[in-house]
């Protein structure tokens, strides 16, 4: 008898469930087809950054437990800096930072736009921008918004090599 494929919603649970039992946050599940095959992605963080060593704990925990999930590779990975918010919490944990939002379709001639998170309020997300204009956009017309993530050139230069200009 063949067996049945696990679905994603089920194994988002089970990755639940361990992010919880390790204290871990699980940012997302996602099982996308590339060129190379299907990944099975889990994205986990902590409030002060995730080691290598707690990723490599969470992929050992998980991995006999989405057996059944269709899938060629399997990645579990921090989601980075430049994470994208997507819940609740993720936009409260950000308010007051700067951030990258980029639209679907153009808003007064643009899709990208930077500025200083307000937060949520009801279904619009609100940002301060460079001018300190207030803008809202409706959340089912924003693609994603992240931390906006800018290099000062003087400290790229101070990890320079001594023997470069």
């Known amino acids: 008898m063949p067996?049945?494929?696990?679905?994603?919603?089920?194994?988002?649970?089970?990755?639940?469930?361990?992010?919880?039992?390790?204290?871990v946050e699980l940012v997302d599940v996602e099982l996308v087809k590339e060129p190379t095959g299907h990944?099975?992605?889990?994205?986990?963080?902590?409030p002060d950054g995730i080691s290598l060593n707690e990723l490599e704990a969470y992929h050992r925990r998980i991995l006999p437990l989405v057996e059944r999930v269709e899938y060629d590779y399997m990645e579990v990975s921090s989601p980075g800096a430049d994470r994208p918010l997507k819940t609740e919490a993720d936009?409260?944990?950000?308010s007051g930072t700067a951030v990258e939002l980029t639209t679907y379709?153009?808003?007064?001639?643009?899709?990208?736009?930077?500025?200083?998170?307000?937060?949520l309020e009801g279904d619009e997300i609100v940002m301060t921008g460079p001018n300190g204009d207030a803008?809202?956009?409706?959340?089912?017309?924003?693609?994603v918004v992240r931390p906006l993530i800018e290099f000062d050139e003087d400290d790229l230069a101070d990890d320079a090599p001594a023997d470069r200009p």
């Open 3 to 23: 067996r049945h494929s696990m679905p994603v919603k089920e194994a988002r649970e089970i990755a639940q469930r361990i992010a919880e039992e390790m204290q």
């Open 39 to 46: 990944f099975l992605r889990f994205y986990v963080d902590k």
């Open 91 to 94: 936009f409260e944990r950000a």
């Open 105 to 119: 379709k153009k808003v007064n001639g643009a899709k990208r736009f930077t500025g200083t998170l307000v937060g």
């Open 135 to 143: 803008l809202r956009f409706d959340r089912k017309g924003v693609a």
